[in-house]
């Protein structure tokens, strides 16, 4: 039997790393767009710019994320495939609140140990996510860091590169008084908030195969439903009707990131009672202990994203969304408030389940 290299023997097995890849090629070549060029393998991904040349001002949008402590859930349940829809909804759903269109992504995942089968799993999800928002998977990197992780330990992140119009550019300056905001159901808890929910799950040892009848399912399971990818049902809304403004709602909570598109001299006023939060809301503030102010600081309270445009596009933004299964309510509206930064108010009370 032969023996180790000494690089193995350090902890580095480059063959697990070569296994990974080719399991994962199948995954990566799903998400290909007609402007990537080469494969798998080289020590850069391209991307064909000349498909940049119908644009009046093409302006490129970026942006960089990571899962979080989400994967604290995946790696204990030991599911591995959902992960990545959490990492590219951060990632393109960052993106898209601009206007712009996600045209490729590229990820970073760090191991203690390289699992081949669970770093394909992992890289299936990012790939069939980048699919799902119409964004291709243009490379990546697998690093295994012995000694510095656990065998089992591992984390993602990666970036994301698109492209808008310099004059569709979407933001702050467009919104204006009377404008409403129509609010997009979340999926749960999407990536956000997970170092304040384990806590809370944590000391109330509550274990993640606990049956949560509020939840119709597992503690784990509810807390690992993956972030709903928003990107290519937004560029639907932004194409069919007039969007001044989109906020993504993830770590801050609602009105902190709404706050972040609102421009000064603008209050938005956002009413809880047009609608009532997923039970994992409830039963995390209750279980925990938690004021209504610090869950709103940290969860999205089931709210994935926040529009703001004109009451005139309500109905055709509406049409549209449900067209595509995602279910949205109008939740507040703007009024002038001169000499005051941009402010967004929480009033009344949430409805009873």
Known sequence: ?????????????????????????????????????????????????????????????????????????????????????????????????????????????????VHPERIAAIVGGIAAACTAAGAALLGGETAEHPGLLGIDDFDVAGATTGVVEADAILGPERVVADDVVLALASSGLHSNGYSLVRKVFGDASWNLARDVPEFGRSLGEELLIPTRVYAKDLLAVIAACEVHAISHITGGGLANNLARVIPEGITVELDRSTWTPPAVFAVTQQLGGLSQADVEATLNQGVGMALVLPQSSVQTAQEVLDGLGIASWVMGAARTTPGIPGTVQMVGSHTAV
């Open 1 to 113: 039997m032969a023996e180790p290299n000494a690089y193995a023997a350090a902890g580095v097995d480059i063959e697990a790393g070569e296994r990974a890849v080719e399991l994962m090629k199948g995954a990566v070549a799903a998400s290909r767009r007609p402007e990537v060029m080469g494969g798998l393998g080289g020590f850069a991904g391209f991307f064909d710019a000349s498909a940049l040349a119908g644009y009046r001002h093409p302006v490129l949008a970026t942006s960089t994320d990571g899962v979080g402590t989400k994967v604290a859930i995946a790696q204990a349940m030991g599911v591995y495939d959902t992960i990545g829809w959490d990492l590219i909804g951060m990632l393109v759903d960052d993106l898209v609140v601009t206007g712009a269109e996600p045209l490729f992504v590229t990820d970073y995942i760090a191991c203690g140990k």
